[in-house]
């Protein structure tokens, strides 16, 4: 079994930074994509970003500039630091995770419990 935990959420300012971070753990020989999605109230998940195993890296447009996505894959850990913070980013954040593939080559996808991210003056 694989379990995302993450931690950093909370109530910061316009213009302020917050840094999320995801550790995965449990019975993992390697892991393939980790993203972050976000859900606001009364929209769809969406994904903020996402990094490789090999680095490479994507972002929402809404967020290029501000945020980076990055990992530590001896620690299983994915990280989102985000900057200039604006209200509309006010979301519960997931951390999601590609690892393996199940008896029918289907990628198996694990999700974090959410941490809050409020962005308000």
């Known amino acids: 079994q694989v379990q995302l935990v993450e931690s950093g959420g909370g109530l910061v300012q316009p213009g302020g930074s917050l840094r999320l971070s995801c550790a995965a753990s449990g019975s993992i020989f390697s892991i393939n994509d980790m993203n972050w999605y976000r859900q606001a109230p009364g929209k769809q998940r969406e994904l903020v970003a996402g990094i490789t195993s090999g680095g490479n890296t994507n972002y929402v447009d809404s967020v290029k500039g501000r945020s980076t996505i990055s990992r530590d894959n001896a620690k299983n850990t994915v990280y989102l630091q985000m900057d200039s913070l604006k209200p509309e980013d006010t979301a519960v954040y997931y951390c999601?995770?590609?690892?393996?593939?199940?008896?029918?080559?289907?990628?198996?996808?694990?999700w974090g419990q959410g941490t809050q991210v409020t962005v308000s003056s």
């Open positions: 999601n995770a590609v690892i393996g593939f199940d008896r029918w080559g289907i990628p198996n996808n694990y």
